[in-house]
């Protein structure tokens, strides 16, 4: 073998090589090709990593790293001029790193280790045989959400077996409320198909359950027991039969993401007010006629979902949520918005179909920041001239109202790509007379059904 061709092939083991074939870095697992690398995203200090105490893996260098080697392919643009061969060396010497320390997933990103190491444990190599499961149990339970969210979704958990899986947990409450939830209700389990299902319903981080599902068991109250979860994330208790929510939900200081939508909740207790941490609460499907005045302390509050609900009013108290970013209110009885609703200045996408709105506070023109406004089927007969400060808007929806206006401000919505006006009074001249200049605007119009 000439040093031309050598350059072309690099031998890690007796399973693992690497090519390069057509300009492209192909890895080969017992001679067989498995993946081709797309680009060299981060090389690895070979010498130094074992020094970056605070680094836990690969995976978290790339989600905090200038990824200024990465295509930028979203943006059309293609900025990656490093040479096949130069590319080549760094996939091999990336791998040799990986093999020589015991194939040790936190030395690659996840989405190559993984498959990398079950393929090889496929191929018979005995040290990837030996660390396959250990990996996947350890990099569970120490890695981030995202990583979790990968080796689940990509099956990596079938691998371990419930009493495997169960064995992360090293915190005996949390331990004993587990086993008490899989003896009180064996359809959070299904034993019968080999309880498979428990590992779709919990999460374990760091050894204790940050996740929870109980969706679809149809109690009516919260199990005492889950109150022991203190490190709880995210919780979900949606289309069950909960009549109440207990005042100890608000003793979840570690709490994410609550989901209690499709239940029979006619309030939310006061406590809640209490879930400082709160990024997401999905309460739709219920029968709330009220909002505790608490929910403005709901201060780290993205995603606030309350469609298909009873309300009539909203607390002024929402106004204190400044990194709302989605507030769906849709499918209410909401006959006013409070004059606050102006201090949302993070808010993205505001829905409001299906109320009873005749008005819009003017204060709804500082939000700078909303891409998204649907107000169908209410009881508007005009867009008003606070519609001209929504200067990022992208779609406009207020199809099925009397309107017989539009406020001449909307020409000043030059992000504008959508206006809905299906089935309201506005005569067919009025709406071609809109002309916005420049844009690229899709119209969506249909006459009023006499």
């Not at 022991?228 to 003793?251: A, M, Q, T, Y």
């Not at 979840?252 to 993401?257: A, G, N, P, R, S």
């Not at 008005?359 to 009881?379: C, D, G, V, W």
Request: net charge negative; glycine share 6%.
């Amino acid at each position: 073998m000439d040093g031309k061709e050598k350059e072309k092939s690099f031998k890690i083991n007796e399973y693992l090589t690497v090519k390069l074939e057509g300009g492209q870095t192909v890895i080969y697992i017992a001679d067989r090709p498995i993946r081709k690398c797309k680009f060299l995203l981060i090389n690895i200090p070979v010498d130094e990593f074992r020094s970056f105490d605070e680094i836990q893996s690969i995976d978290e260098v790339a989600e905090n790293l200038d990824r200024s080697l990465e295509p930028l392919r979203e943006r059309k643009q293609f900025k990656y001029s490093i040479p096949p061969d130069v590319e080549f060396w760094g996939h091999s010497s990336n791998l040799q790193v990986w093999y020589e320390n015991g194939y040790n997933t936190k030395l690659l990103h996840s989405n190559l280790a993984f498959p990398l190491l079950r393929e090889l444990t496929r191929a018979g190599d005995t040290q990837a045989r030996k660390n396959f499961k250990e990996e996947i149990a350890k990099r569970y339970n120490n890695g981030g959400e995202n990583l979790q969210k990968f080796l689940r979704s990509e099956h990596y958990l079938d691998h371990l077996s419930i009493e495997e899986f169960l064995g992360l947990i090293d915190n005996e409450n949390d331990f004993e409320v587990i086993a008490q939830l899989r003896e009180l209700y064996p359809r959070f389990e299904k034993k019968d198909i080999g309880g498979m299902v428990l590992k779709l319903n919990i999460d374990i981080k760091k050894g204790r359950v940050s996740r929870l599902s109980l969706s679809g068991l149809e109690f009516d109250r919260i199990p005492e027991c889950v109150r022991e979860l203190s490190s709880l994330e995210h919780l979900s208790v949606s289309f069950d039969c909960l009549k109440s929510l207990p005042e100890w939900i608000g003793e979840f200081k570690e709490l994410k993401t609550l989901k209690i939508g499709n239940n029979l909740l006619k309030t939310v207790p006061q406590e809640i007010g209490g879930l400082s941490k709160l990024e997401e609460l999905y309460a739709r499907g219920n029968q709330l006629e009220i909002l505790p005045e608490s929910i403005g302390n709901l201060k780290s509050l993205r995603i606030l979902e309350l469609y298909e609900n009873r309300l009539k009013i909203i607390p002024d108290t929402i106004s204190k949520l400044v990194n709302l970013e989605l507030l769906d209110l849709h499918e209410n009885s909401i006959t006013v918005l409070p004059d606050t609703i102006g201090n949302l200045k993070n808010l993205k996408d505001l829905r409001l179909d299906k109320n009873q709105l005749h008005i819009l506070p003017p204060e709804m023109a500082e939000l700078r920041k909303l891409q998204k406004l649907t107000l169908s089927n209410n009881e508007l007969k005009s867009i008003p001239e606070l519609i001209g400060g929504l200067v990022n808007l992208e779609l406009l929806d207020v199809s099925d109202n009397p309107l017989y206006r539009i406020n001449k401000a909307i020409y000043n919505l030059y992000k504008l790509k959508d206006v809905w006006l299906l089935n309201v009074p506005l005569r067919e001249h009025h709406v071609e007379d809109l002309k916005f200049e420049g844009q690229l605007l899709r119209i969506h119009y249909q006459k009023i059904k006499k």
